[in-house]
Nanobody, 126 residues
Framework: QVQLVESGGGLVQAGGSLRLSCAASGRTFSSYAMGWFRQAPGKEREFVAAISWSGGSTYYTPSVKGRFTISRDNAENTVYLQMNSLKPEDTAVYYC???????????????????WGQGTQVTVSS
């Protein structure tokens, strides 16, 4: 069982930066690949980024590649999402999730993630 709590969201102007954190409880955190998803009002939840259990591999959706960086600290049971050059279209509730299904180390499908946090709001003003 893994419990996830996100923090770090807020209001920022376009071009600014935010760093999201996701604190995990449970001894098995380091065995899970982790992902960040986001959901804007009226839209489906979409994949943002994923990181392997060791942190050695990462994967991004094209719209954030080069602007966002996912990382993790297994000693601190925390995964991060550094977001730079933010755009108004990045506005959404951001969720972290632990990947519990599927054979590949990463997935961009929310169905492959069995543990979810409650989300943190990110609002980017133009």
């Amino acid at each position: 069982q893994v419990q996830l709590v996100e923090s770090g969201g807020g209001l920022v102007q376009a071009g600014g930066s935010l760093r999201l954190s996701c604190a995990a409880s449970g001894r098995t955190f380091s065995s899970y690949a982790m992902g960040w998803f986001r959901q804007a009002p009226g839209k489906e939840r979409e994949f943002v980024a994923a990181i392997s259990w060791s942190g050695g591999s990462t994967y991004y959706t094209p719209s954030v590649k080069g602007r966002f960086t996912i990382s993790r600290d297994n000693a601190e049971n925390t995964v991060y999402l550094q977001m730079n050059s933010l755009k108004p279209e990045d506005t959404a509730v951001y969720y972290c999730a632990a990947k519990t299904y599927g054979g590949m180390w990463y997935s961009d499908s929310a169905y492959d993630y069995g543990y979810w946090g409650q989300g943190t709001q990110v609002t980017v003003s133009s």
